[in-house]
């Protein structure tokens, strides 16, 4: 049931994002073509254009993930979601993978978008041809993947994806709470204080644990290996408020959900 909930989920948001990936290729491409030219307004305008796209990319993203659960799980369709012989939690994990393929995907197409820039206008320029234009690609990645830069690098997309994971399922727990029978006069701005509220509270707990850790590291003489340590902290920290996020939300659809 998890591959038909993904399918279903993939096919109702691609036609959001991928006339949105051909458009900024077309976008970057021409920008590519003009980039050199002596024509500014032309360039300023391309160049306006593509920003534009760039942010318009990551935050209809963000609005997709915020629509696609509220209108699928919250509003009339939550009716006929609800009847189906699936676990919340199903859907809620079908939800939030297609959610991190498509934010990966809009990073990978900018990636993409930007590179194009380059080899375009660097071919058009003559300053250098696609077989120089992919060495120096090919290398750039033999490092970033090499032993040395491999564990770093991986470690950090271990992070951002934790963060970002931890960022879903905070917006997923806050549209819940909107949803309780004590806020059906006020059920966006529910959603609204209980994401700040729940950010505040975590914040304020973990900054308070690090401090302690902080103080008694100082106290103790040591030092070293202390940023780590904090780094390492804050990731497991999120690890838990992520867990705890999950299980919140699938109560509340599974006990406290008020469709009405």
């Known amino acids: 049931m998890l591959s038909k909930l993904l399918k279903y989920e993939l096919k109702s948001t691609a036609r959001i994002f991928l006339p949105l990936y051909v458009t900024l290729l077309i976008v970057a491409t021409i920008n590519g073509l003009f980039i050199n ?4 307004n032309a360039q300023g ?7 534009a796209l760039l942010i318009a990319l990551f935050v209809i993203t963000v609005i997709v993930l915020i629509q696609r659960f509220s209108k699928n799980l919250l509003g009339d369709e939550g009716y006929l979601m609800f009847t189906l012989p699936v676990k919340s939690s199903s859907i809620l994990i079908s939800k939030y993978l297609v959610t991190i393929l498509w934010t990966v995907l809009s990073g990978f197409v900018s990636v993409i978008a930007f ?3 380059i080899l375009i206008s660097s071919c058009i320029s003559g300053g250098i041809n696609i077989s ?9 990645m033999k490092t970033i993947f090499s032993s040395e830069y491999l564990s770093s690098a991986t470690n950090i997309m271990l992070v951002i994806f934790i963060s970002y994971s931890t960022f879903v399922f905070t917006v997923y727990l806050a549209l819940s709470m909107g949803q309780l029978p004590a806020f059906n006069k006020h059920r966006n701005l529910a959603s609204i204080a209980s994401f700040i509220g729940i950010n505040i509270i975590f914040s304020f707990i973990k900054n ?4 302690m850790l902080v103080k008694a590291h100082v106290e103790n003489m040591q030092i070293y290996g202390l940023s780590g340590m904090i780094g390492n902290f804050r990731t497991f920290m999120n690890i838990i408020l992520l867990i705890g996020l999950f299980f919140g939300t699938r109560f509340i659809l599974d006990k406290k959900l008020n469709l009405e």
């Not at 030219?37 to 500014?40: D, G, K, L, N, V």
């Not at 305008?45 to 920003?51: N, P, R, T, V, Y």
């Not at 308070?208 to 401090?211: R, S």
């Open 208 to 211: 308070a644990i690090i401090m």
């Open 132 to 140: 120089e234009y992919m060495q120096i690609l090919s290398e750039f």
């Open 37 to 40: 030219s002596e024509i500014f």
């Open 115 to 117: 590179l194009l820039i």
């Open 45 to 51: 305008l391309l160049m306006m254009i593509f920003g």
